[in-house]
């Protein structure tokens, strides 16, 4: 994939789920979060794992793409929970 085949608002996967999943971060918090917001959590984590790729294009692709998810989290009705976990 190339930048121009992602959506500009970001992109994130996420369980077809109706469930609440509870986590627990290598930070020690913890947490219940939908689906959704698990799935926001898991890509953004991802996405800031591989910004630090030694493949320079992937790397700047997940970056961009770590701060276009973290736009999103702002708007994101679990924004406390979701930004504890990702501390």
């Known amino acids: 994939l190339t930048s121009s085949d992602w959506p500009s608002t970001g992109f994130f996967m996420c369980p077809d789920s109706e469930q609440i999943y509870s986590v627990c971060s290598a930070n020690g918090s913890q947490g219940e979060l939908s ?6 959590v898991v890509c953004q984590t991802v996405f800031s794992h591989l910004s630090f790729s030694k493949r320079e294009d992937l790397a700047r692709l997940c970056a961009h793409h770590y701060y276009l998810l973290r736009e999103y989290i ?8 979701m930004l504890r976990i990702l501390d």
């Open 35 to 40: 689906a959704e917001a698990l799935g926001i």
């Open 74 to 81: 702002f708007s994101h009705r679990e924004i406390d929970v």
